[in-house]
């Protein structure tokens, strides 16, 4: 299983981006994808789930009402919208797929998933 993050880089603060993570998988259709970030010097957490048909997504508070994940599952991508971008938000944002199919739980923990992508980095400049 590949997973291939695109779409970081550099915006101001108020901005917006989408990062796009195509995923190499039989089995994408059916698993749960989440996004986390890693920002300089903090340890890697949770941004963002959504389950296998889009039906359940779940957001850490820090970014309720800026990001959105989505999916296409006939594309096997899985994107994530986010607007409003604050400095805070600098991070190597990194794309996850659990390895099972599931019903959509909020997994929120790195423990929660099995495979990684190598991530894309976003700078907000204030």
């Known amino acids: 299983v590949q997973l291939v993050e695109s779409g970081g880089g550099l915006v101001q603060a108020g901005g917006s981006l989408r990062l796009s993570c195509a995923v190499s998988?039989?089995?994408?259709?059916?698993?749960?994808m989440g996004w986390f970030r890693q920002g300089p010097g903090k340890e890697r957490e949770f941004v963002a789930s959504?389950?296998?048909?889009?039906?359940?997504?779940y957001y850490a508070d820090s970014v309720k009402g800026r990001f959105t994940i989505s999916r296409d599952n006939a594309k096997s991508t899985v994107y994530l919208q986010m607007n409003a971008l604050k400095p805070e938000d600098t991070a190597t944002y990194y794309c996850?797929?659990?390895?099972?199919?599931?019903?959509?739980?909020?997994?929120?923990?790195?423990?929660?998933?099995?495979?990684w992508g190598q991530g894309t980095q976003v700078t907000v400049s204030s």
């Open positions: 998988s039989r089995t994408f259709s059916g698993n749960t």
């Open positions: 996850t797929s659990r390895d099972r199919v599931d019903s959509g739980g909020y997994y929120y923990r790195e423990l929660d998933y099995a495979y």
């Open positions: 959504i389950n296998w048909n889009s039906l359940r997504t």
